[in-house]
């Protein structure tokens, strides 16, 4: 599995068990809903600094979403 399909999946999966709004996310990330929606489709993936604000507001490491880790 690449990187960009795993962080797919573990982003969609923290958004649902998380409970997080898509909007809320994007006013944290400084991003707009239509990117984190991208991000859940797998249509593109976040710059290192928006995957740094994502990773703090979702309080996940940054390697947990890109499948570094477990």
């Known amino acids: 599995m690449n ?3 795993k962080f797919t999946e573990r982003f ?3 958004l649902k068990y998380g409970n997080v709004k ?3 996310l994007a ?3 400084h991003v707009s809903k239509q990117c984190i929606s ?3 489709a797998g249509k593109s ?3 290192i600094e ?3 604000l994502i990773s703090k507001f979702l309080d996940v490491s940054s390697d947990y979403l890109l499948g570094l880790c477990d």
Request: with cysteine; aromatic share 10%.
């Open 3 to 5: 990187t960009i399909t």
């Open 12 to 14: 969609n999966e923290c």
């Open 22 to 24: 898509q909007t809320e």
């Open 27 to 29: 006013v944290a990330a």
């Open 38 to 40: 991208d991000y859940k």
């Open 45 to 47: 993936v976040p710059s």
């Open 50 to 52: 928006t995957l740094f």
